[in-house]
């Protein structure tokens, strides 16, 4: 099947320590079966396959695998239901899937094809066959090579087979996110934090957060932004046990004062597959959220509570990985070898890539380490502090079964408790729980949950709570990719309120340029958050 296309590849991606293939026309993916199947029982394999697959909407599992079922040879049949079991949601933009443990990978980028050429950042090194026209064949030539001059930013940091070591600057969801994307492609990867192994003093108390996707009416870069990353999440968290990570779903009510936008008009207008998100009425958020909610709103299935310092624990114990306590001042550069010094000019780690997650710190690293360029976006990085409040799930009718969001969140009990949240205190001296941040709390609370009673009911009560600092930068989107004229240095800060949603593709994303891979994320959206 597809003889004469496989032996071309065969021949070209000979003992290649890796390999790209486009195929414009993926369907149902019998280009990347046929690929992947010759991969396997090639003795002269690349050392990675990366097949990018472009298709205008992506079918059900269950259409592919009745499909594939009648069209492929019965030894394919195990990669077919490797495929059909990671087949992602119909949503626009790019999906990656690893295999192999990640030596082959599918990127689908779903929408229109020209749109897609024109937001892909990659070096291909072979275009499967079509039918397409030919003066379509040339276009996509020259996108493709329009899109290799776009990528050096990026990809010219690429490691060789003999250098896959790195440091990670900060313990948080940022350094931990990149730490474990390179970690799990083989790297040796040194994190060094202030409160060392598991980040404890950073997250300690932080016994709950909300992993939630957002929408817009015109899908603006946010949004898709958003969408990538929870995705992400989705796929490199989900192997964690529900102690970790567990996908409750999130309700985002429709607001009922202030500014109102019309929630079911807009999930209404988007087209989104029912499973990734739909609007629901009041009586049908009531009961899947186990609660009496007078607004209906968007129903998101897939989102995640996430216990904070349980996942960066579990992050840690990645291996390959190692943890060490220190406060980072300053880089240096010795050679290929970037040194991390303290306070007192002695060397914590060095390795030949350096990723700085330090959240508000890293400007301070880097400013002191003179790699900045003039007028960097990040000297315009501030700290916006806030607090979440828990609540018996007793005095909430027992708590959501999901994550009610809208002017602030209720979740799901944890040992009895709801989290609340969250406040923001502009311009705060110190991140601490306070009588105030706690009253706000209980307000949203109430009004999310329908629950007039519930302000008066705990009006001065003690409640326990976290606080914690925000990294904001103007716009709030993060900023993630390689510090520009500094060979083997990059940054992972700023994420904001989204470090959840925003740290597991900011990893894959460092980790794909570093790997040469496919970035597993639109130009468009590289381009704004890579602006150092």
């Known amino acids: 099947m597809l003889s004469s296309e496989v032996s071309s ?16 026309e993926f369907s149902c993916g019998l280009a990347f079966l046929s690929s992947w199947y010759a991969w396997k029982k090639d003795p002269h394999q690349c050392g990675r396959l990366h097949v990018i697959g472009l298709v205008p909407r992506l079918s059900s599992a269950t259409e592919l695998l009745s499909q594939l079922k009648v069209q492929v040879p019965e030894e394919w049949h195990s990669l077919v239901e490797n495929l059909v079991s990671a087949w992602p949601f119909n949503l626009p933009g790019l999906h990656r899937i690893d295999f192999e443990d990640g030596a082959v990978t599918l ?3 779903v929408g229109d094809r020209n749109t897609l050429l024109e937001r892909l950042r990659a070096k291909v090194d072979f275009v499967w066959p079509s039918e397409l026209p030919s003066f379509e064949k040339e276009e996509i030539a020259q996108r493709m090579a329009k899109s290799a001059c776009l990528s050096s930013s990026w990809d010219q940091f690429a490691a060789t087979t003999e250098v896959r070591n790195a ?5 948080g969801f940022a350094g931990m996110g990149v730490a474990y994307a390179l970690a799990l492609r083989g790297w040796a990867v040194t994190v060094i934090d202030r409160h060392g192994v598991g980040n404890a003093s950073t997250h300690d108390g932080h016994h709950a957060a909300a992993l939630t996707p957002m929408v817009t009416r015109d899908d603006d870069l946010r949004a898709r932004l958003s969408r990538a990353g929870s995705l992400r999440a989705q796929v490199r968290w989900g192997r964690f046990p529900e102690s970790v990570i567990k996908f409750c779903g999130a309700i985002q009510l429709q607001r009922d004062q202030g500014r109102i936008v019309d929630l079911a008009a807009v999930i209404g207008s988007l087209g989104f597959p029912s499973e990734w998100a739909h609007y629901v009425d009041a009586s049908q958020a009531s009961a899947i959220a186990g609660i009496n909610l007078s607004r209906g709103g968007i129903y998101f299935q897939t989102a995640a509570q996430v216990n904070p310092p349980r996942l960066i624990d579990a992050l840690s114990k990645t291996p390959g990985l190692r943890m060490v306590q220190g406060e980072v001042v300053r880089l240096s550069k010795q050679g290929d070898q970037w040194h991390a010094l303290d306070a007192r000019n002695e060397i914590l780690a060095h390795a030949n890539y350096v990723v700085v997650a330090s959240a508000l710190d890293s400007f301070n690293i880097l400013n002191k380490s003179n790699v900045l360029p003039p007028r960097s976006r990040l000297s315009k990085m501030h700290a916006l502090a806030g607090e979440i409040t828990y609540v018996q799930q007793t005095d909430l009718a027992g708590g959501p079964h999901c994550i009610v969001s809208g002017d602030g969140y209720v979740l799901p009990a944890v040992n009895g408790v709801c989290a609340t949240g969250s406040s923001y205190a502009h311009g705060a001296e110190y991140a601490v729980t ?13 009004g999310l949950l329908n629950n007039a009673q519930l302000e008066v009911q705990l009006q001065g009560v003690d409640l326990p709570g976290w606080a914690g600092w925000r990294a904001v930068l103007p716009g709030r989107l993060p900023v993630v990719g ?12 700023g994420l904001a309120s989204r470090g959840l949603t925003w740290a597991p593709l900011a990893g894959d994303l460092i980790a794909a340029a570093l790997n040469a891979e496919p970035l597993p994320l639109e130009n468009d959206i590289i381009d704004a958050i890579s602006a150092i």
Not at 167 to 171: F, L, N
């Open 9 to 24: 590849l065969k021949d070209r991606w000979a003992n290649c320590q890796h390999f790209t293939l486009l195929v414009p």
């Open 107 to 109: 990127t689908l980028g």
């Open 434 to 446: 306070t009588q105030v941040g706690r009253a706000g709390n209980i307000k949203r609370a109430a």
């Open 167 to 171: 440091m990670v600057i900060g313990a």
């Open 482 to 493: 390689p510090v520009p004229d500094t060979y083997g240095l990059w940054v992972a800060c």
